[in-house]
């Protein structure tokens, strides 16, 4: 046998992951390379040999497997660039979520906000009117065009809505002073009057509705605050959504007892409505579903790939936050790229599920408050630097794993809430999303011919 370790020896020059899949078949997938194929184990340990600098040509007579790796950037393409991004100094947002309230009409048995338990926080609009000075100034600073604002939950953010009517006008108003463009979309639990969908459609440029399904789901779990079903007036939404045109998503939450229902849920959605996107997540363990039993479950990935067929059978996407195989980034979320988010009493969180300083983990992502002296905000630097070091490539646990630059970590909070605060260490989640990016790269290779998978 002919081994080589020289200067003729190939380099492998990508990051790759062997993902086993049956007997003697392997996905090679190289994910900064974008590319994958499957595999025998001779050519998995042909690729090891090679990492390790040695080269056994008689394992590749022809050349046949060098070139074809070469043709994939995996041998001799040089090194890759880290899809990694990363921040510091104080934050220069052109972005503000505003977290209008923490009260809300209705009462969803597994609201991770516990909405309706806790003493009511309301926004005034001098808050929000603060937070939209500070991005607009940020944007001159940056000689960025636009600023976004994204109305969000705690609560329903409608319910305040003559804070979220103002200050978007206040919002128009400011940028166009100076020249700049304003994005404004938000999420909600599509509970709405006709003027309120009359609103949302002339001035938003996107939402997030939370709708389950099948109506006989979707009631047994998002009563209204007097114990009424919500279908009937979500539907009505986003049909009226659908008549205007309206670039709306949904959101369904899957409890461990809704799983089986799943596909008929995406089913029922898909004949009916034409969302841009559809998202399918286990309930979280946390708020008024602290106690449930978990539905990060295999029963849920079964269920979501069979949901997920039905979807792409009408020409839609389904889709699973954590498991994205276009995307290349050190963050899941906002958490580490400096989101600025306003809690009703004007202080900064970065994180959606942290919306009020009496959460849990508010120490953790409560990272500034008004400046006494300025319209601006003064920052918590050592509270921001540590959510800056939450992006993958800080996380220890992260790096073996295939899915890291996809993923990117997964959820900060529901780490802290599944490990506490200790060094990260996996969660049910871990399994969900790679097998599910792992059906992605399936799907990829098999859209292209079935031999290889070779974004350009
Ligand atoms: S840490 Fe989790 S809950 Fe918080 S914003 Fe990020 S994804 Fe959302
Ligand atoms: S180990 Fe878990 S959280 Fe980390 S990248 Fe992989 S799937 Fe995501």
Not at 123 to 132: F, T
Request: proline fraction near 5%.
């Amino acid at each position: 046998m002919a081994m080589l370790h020289s200067k003729d020896t190939p380099v492998v020059s990508a990051e790759i992951f062997v993902i086993p899949l049956e007997t003697d078949r392997y996905i090679v997938y190289a994910p900064l390379r974008r590319a994958a194929f499957v595999a025998n184990s001779r050519v998995v340990n042909f690729l090891a040999d090679l990492q390790e600098g040695v080269f056994d040509e008689s394992a590749d007579p022809d050349n046949s497997l060098v070139e074809f790796l070469r043709q994939l950037k995996i041998l001799d393409a040089g090194s890759e660039t880290l899809p990694i991004t990363s921040f510091s100094g104080n934050p220069e947002p052109t972005s503000a979520t505003l977290f209008l309230t923490t009260a809300c009409n209705l009462r969803c048995t597994y609201c991770y906000a516990s909405a309706g338990d806790t003493p009511t926080k309301v926004m005034n609009v001098e808050i929000a009117k603060r937070g939209i000075d500070f991005i607009a100034a940020n944007a001159l600073k940056r000689k960025e065009d636009s600023i976004s604002i994204t109305y969000h939950g705690g609560g329903e953010p409608t319910v305040n809505w003559r804070v979220m009517t103002e200050s978007l006008d206040y919002a128009r108003q400011k940028a166009a002073e100076l020249g700049l463009k304003v994005q404004a979309f938000t999420g909600s639990n599509g509970v709405l009057t006709d003027a309120q969908i009359d609103w949302i459609t002339s001035n938003l440029n996107g939402a997030t509705i939370s709708f389950d399904g099948l109506p006989e789901a979707h009631d047994r779990n998002r009563p209204t605050v007097l114990g009424q079903s919500s279908s009937e007036r979500v539907m009505h939404t986003i049909r009226r959504f659908d008549e205007a045109g309206f670039r709306y998503g949904l959101r369904v939450t899957v409890t461990l007892e809704q799983i089986p229902s799943l596909p008929a849920a995406i089913e029922f959605i898909c004949s009916n409505f034409h969302p841009s996107k559809i998202q399918a997540e286990p309930a979280y363990q946390i708020g008024r579903w602290e106690h449930a039993p978990s539905a990060d479950t295999e029963e849920f990935i079964t269920a979501f790939r069979a949901a997920q067929e039905r979807a792409h059978a009408h020409g839609h996407e389904l889709y699973f936050s954590a498991a994205r195989l276009g995307t290349l980034t050190n963050h899941f979320c906002g958490i580490t790229k400096d989101s600025f988010a306003l809690s009703p009493d004007g202080n900064v969180s970065a994180c959606y599920e942290v919306f009020s300083e009496d959460n849990t983990w508010a120490k953790t992502f409560f990272y500034g408050q008004p400046d006494s002296q300025t319209r601006g905000y003064r920052f918590n630097l050592p509270v921001l630097n540590n959510l800056r070091n939450q992006a993958v490539q800080h996380r220890e646990y992260c790096q073996g794993c295939f899915a890291k630059w996809t993923c990117a970590g997964d959820c900060y909070h529901k780490s802290l809430t599944v490990n506490g605060p200790g060094e990260f260490a996996g969660s049910d989640r871990c399994h969900i999303i790679r097998e599910l990016t792992k059906d992605q790269i399936l799907a990829k290779i098999s859209e292209s011919g079935g031999v290889f998978w070779s974004a350009p």
